[in-house]
């Protein structure tokens, strides 16, 4: 086990780099520290996969070294690394049992056979298939396969880190959930450093003590499930964290105010005049419907989700949500909205900016 | 259930295939079977003579020691050209242009008719005019298939390993690329030696285009009658008169139409009967729960 470090990694795919899209990781410095739980959130094709692969040493980076603990291990095979990775498709070894391929990572490390045994059997009672242990691998189902991918993964006690790559992705709902208990079960019983990718936000934020969100192989933030939440550094992060996302409004600032479309909306702080272009972000948790004062709103339709309810609609053209309590009633024709002040966040060209007190 | 017409006449459907199948195969092979049960003296006269010929076939000792040396040769073309083909499949670059390269460069020995096969090796061999003949000779090799039997064997055998090797290559090269890259990173994750990737995941993975490998190198090498008649006519004496060689000579060359068919026939039974156990064997592994 061992803290991993990413120093100045970058990686491109092609040999010849020119522009900026040629990059599929743009120079990124990382710490994880040793046990700890991460995410690795973003959409498709931002470079979750990449970054996961250079850990693992499937790929070398093009630029920057990676670290377990002090040790630098950028021109390491994998093999050397003794890093666990699950894949996002199931990968299984078709001409053996279970139990082989259970035990397979332990027989390449030449462990005595009790010891290989008894790891077994207790991966298989945490995977639920040891009545499956001496079937044949081929003809299983495909989430049984990736059982078997998980099982292989965690199988190993004293790998510096096991790398999850959207590992439930052929599983189904009912067993995503056990299985994911599972993996945090396992996380606070050995410690392991895991790594999990994903581009779902509620496995990253039940999963991580710490998430890091990418896009366009960049790393727009790191940190915990609640501070990504409350104050978002980019606007990416606002959108793709929350359901519905944060709202963005275009607007324009004068000290503590800000002007979108005719109204006028108090801040909590003054912001120094930006040059780019501005946007106030808020939560659809944070804004309250009414009459008379406020935003004007114009209401497209009421979704009932159970506990809350979720108004969708339009403030000065862009979409605008808001999410109401089930117990708080909602006026009758409203077509204002207030904002919470103490958490409207403000961005310029994407990035969060502080006000001028709190950055003084 | 609905109620389906039930009647026959869909069989009529199935008329235009066998009418073509009796034509192509069931037919000429009643001819054959025709001969093998009689006899004549001439003048299209003929008699019955119930097994008479199969008996005669199955205690002849010159069909005998040709079967032996049949077996043998097949025995020796498997063992080499299906590991060698696998070997060099798993160093075939895997894409780019050294990859397209390679694969023409391999295709090119399938590509040449059986005779011209023949008689480029019965030229390349020579010890006078031969390049390979000629090379031994002047590095003092005592070398001469038409006089040696081991020679002759030798040549006949590298001559078919360099026809055909590239079939057996070329399907395994095939299974091999349908394998995806996440196999072999997970190997790499789960730390496997280079023979417990092949062992547990390209062997696996080539099982199929393997069996087929074999199946066609079996029945071909077992059938082989161009090469070996252009390049040493079944010679010296009769060390490579295979059992298409000596059915041909029996046929046509002594005109035992009778023994010739039943002798055809026992041929074709003991292809289908090897075929069979190679099939039965490559499978069972597959099969098993």
């Known amino acids: 086990m061992a ?31 040793d046990g700890g739980a991460y995410a690795l959130l973003g959409s498709s094709g931002c470079g979750k996969t990449t970054l996961l692969n250079i850990i693992s040493g499937l790929l070398h980076p093009s630029r920057g070294r990676v670290l377990f603990g002090d040790r630098d291990v950028t021109d390491l095979p994998t093999a050397e690394r003794n890093i666990a990775q699950v894949f996002q498709f199931p990968v299984v070894y078709d001409t053996m049992t279970v139990r082989q391929n259970l035990a397979f990572p ?40 990736q059982k078997i991918s998980l099982g292989r993964g965690m199988v190993r006690q004293d790998v510096n880190a ?25 996380h606070r019983e050995f410690g392991h450093t895991m790594i999990y990718v994903t581009h779902d936000q509620t496995e990253a934020l039940t999963f991580a003590d710490e998430v890091v969100v990418m896009s366009e192989g960049r790393v727009v933030q790191a940190g915990t499930p609640q501070s990504l939440f409350d104050t978002p550094a980019h606007t ?13 409004l275009d607007a324009q600032l004068h000290g503590a105010t800000a002007r979108v479309g005719g109204a006028t909306i108090p801040l909590a702080a003054p912001y120094a005049a930006p040059q780019g272009r501005v946007q106030i972000g808020i939560r659809p948790d944070a804004v309250r419907p009414t009459t008379g004062d406020g935003l004007p709103f114009r209401l497209i339709r009421t979704e009932d989700v159970g506990h809350h309810r979720i108004l969708r609609g339009e403030v000065a053209g862009a979409p605008f949500n808001l999410v109401v309590p089930e117990d708080q009633p909602i006026p009758a024709a409203f077509d204002r909205v207030v904002l919470d002040p103490a958490r409207i966040g403000v961005f310029v060209d994407d990035w969060r900016i502080e006000p001028l007190e709190r950055a003084a | 259930m609905m109620d389906k017409p039930l009647n026959n006449r869909a069989w009529f459907l199935v008329l235009p295939v066998l009418v073509v199948v009796a034509f192509s195969a069931v037919i ?52 080499i050209e299906i590991p060698l083909g696998i070997f060099i499949a798993l160093n075939m670059p895997k894409r780019g242009f050294w990859a397209s390269l390679v694969l ?7 590509l040449i008719p059986w005779n011209v096969v023949g008689t480029i090796w019965q030229v390349f061999g020579r010890v006078d005019i031969g390049l390979l003949g000629h090379t031994l000779a002047a590095m003092g090799v005592d070398y001469n298939y038409v006089n040696d039997p081991v020679d002759a064997w030798a040549t006949i055998i590298v001559m078919d390993v360099w026809h055909w090797t590239s079939l057996v290559a070329l399907l395994c090269y095939a299974g091999l690329q349908s394998i995806p890259d996440a196999y072999y990173q997970a190997a790499r994750i789960d730390q496997a030696s280079r023979w417990s ?31 070996p008649f252009v390049v040493t006519g079944g010679g010296p004496g009769n ?41 039965t064997v490559m499978t069972a592994q597959r099969d098993m729960p």
């Open chain 1, 3 to 33: 803290r991993i470090t990413l120093d100045t990694l970058a990686h491109s795919y092609s040999p010849t780099p020119r522009g900026d899209a040629d990059w599929a990781l743009k120079p990124m410095s990382l710490t994880w520290r």
């Open chain 1, 106 to 145: 332990l027989k390449n490390r030449g462990l005595p056979a009790d010891q290989i045994a008894a790891r077994v059997d207790a991966v298989a009672r945490m995977i639920g298939m040891e009545a499956t242990l001496e079937r044949r691998a081929r003809g299983l189902t495909a989430d049984a396969k």
């Open chain 1, 162 to 186: 096991i790398l999850f790559d959207e590992p439930l992705t052929v599983i189904d709902p009912q067993m995503k959930w056990e299985l994911r208990t599972q993996l945090k079960a396992l």
């Open chain 1, 236 to 248: 990416f992060v606002g959108y793709f964290i929350g359901s519905p996302g944060m709202n963005l």
């Open chain 2, 28 to 79: 000429p092979l009643m001819t054959v079977v025709n001969y093998s049960v009689q006899d004549t003296f001439g003048n299209n006269q003929f008699f019955w003579n119930g097994l008479g010929w199969f008996q005669e076939v199955l205690e002849s000792d010159r069909i005998h020691a040709a079967l032996g040396r049949q077996l043998l040769f097949s025995a020796i073309i498997l063992a």
């Open chain 2, 104 to 110: 023409v460069l391999m295709a090119l020995p399938l």
């Open chain 2, 197 to 227: 990737v092949f062992r547990f995941i390209e062997l696996p993975k080539m099982a199929g285009v393997l069996l087929i490998a074999v199946l066609l190198r079996f029945m071909d090498s077992f059938m082989i009658y161009t090469e």
């Open chain 2, 239 to 279: 060390a490579t008169t295979f059992l298409s060689i000596d059915l041909v000579k029996m046929a046509i060359g002594q005109f035992d139409l009778g023994p010739a068919a039943a002798f055809s026939l026992i041929y074709f039974l003991v292809i289908l009967l090897i075929s069979w156990v190679f099939y």
